[in-house]
């Protein structure tokens, strides 16, 4: 049995809802649904994926209405569930859920953009190193899957334009690649890149100059898993056919 987990990014869950998500998800079918950004309280998420009754559904919305927040849809009750990482100054915007399952934890993240102005880079970067921790003590007791917006692009393959990009504004400093260098370092295995090697695809791109229909894009939504599930990873893909969003779904695959 295969079990397919699909993350995506939404810009939005109201927003997207009255497009074709629901005919674009429940044509995937995944077993998890793995959502970022639904820019809505968790009786909002509910009513607006009220339509998904193959799912349970957990939420973690942030205290500023309309901003940031994730959620975990499972076809499977979880046995546990974990609202943000256990730091008060990382927990107050609902970036981050973590469903306890009987073979592993999925969690689901929204990483702090720096800015434009890298104005957020210093707090981005005790994120990273806190979300870290977060998940090696998770790993302690069972494998990980974390997926989501990771807001960065990990090497020069994943964006564009890296020349024009590196160290000039968000998702594409060397601290915030330390920081995914930091993941991956750590046993956290990219899996698109296990699969996927030397593909040129992208998950995000500007809502500004075209920037889709031209593909000048950017690879910052992931799928990391344990080093202990590398043998189970069986596909992994971005589904850049998905609209909806500024960014796109992208697909795990375990045995």
């Known amino acids: 049995m295969m079990t397919k987990l699909v ?13 074709d998500f629901e005919a674009d998800m429940k ?28 799912y349970h559904i957990v939420s973690n919305s942030a205290v500023k209405k309309g901003y940031s927040g994730t959620a975990i849809l499972s ?9 943000g990482i256990g730091a008060e100054e990382h927990d107050q915007e ?39 921790a977060f998940l090696k003590n998770l790993e302690s007791k069972k494998p990980v899957i ?36 930091a993941f991956v370092g750590n046993g956290l295995l990219d899996t698109f890149r296990l699969i996927k090697p030397e593909e040129v695809k992208y998950s995000w791109w500007s809502y500004r100059g075209g920037a889709r229909g ?14 202990s599930l590398k043998s189970k990873v069986q596909n992994a893909d971005i589904l850049n056919d998905v609209m909806g969003s500024d960014h796109c779904p992208v ?4 045995e």
């Open 27 to 54: 044509a995937l079918n995944p077993d998890f649904l793995c959502l970022q950004e639904t820019k809505a309280q968790d009786d909002q998420v509910q009513e607006a994926l009220k339509s998904f009754e193959d």
């Open 146 to 181: 974390v997926c989501g917006d990771f807001n960065v692009a990990h090497r020069d393959i994943d964006l564009a334009r890296p020349k024009a990009n590196y160290n000039k504004g968000a998702g594409f400093t060397q601290k915030e690649i330390d920081g995914m260098d």
């Open 214 to 227: 031209r593909n000048v894009g950017w690879r910052i939504d992931y799928f990391l898993v344990s080093e």
């Open 75 to 83: 076809k499977e009750k979880p046995l546990d569930v974990i609202n």
């Open 7 to 19: 993350s995506f990014n939404v810009n939005g869950i109201r927003a997207i809802i009255q497009k």
């Open 251 to 254: 697909l795990l695959e375990l």
């Open 94 to 132: 609902g970036r981050v859920i973590a469903a306890e399952f009987k073979e592993f934890y999925v969690v689901v993240v929204y990483v702090p953009n720096s800015k434009n102005d890298l104005s957020r880079l210093d707090y981005r970067t005790t994120w990273d190193q806190s979300f870290l």
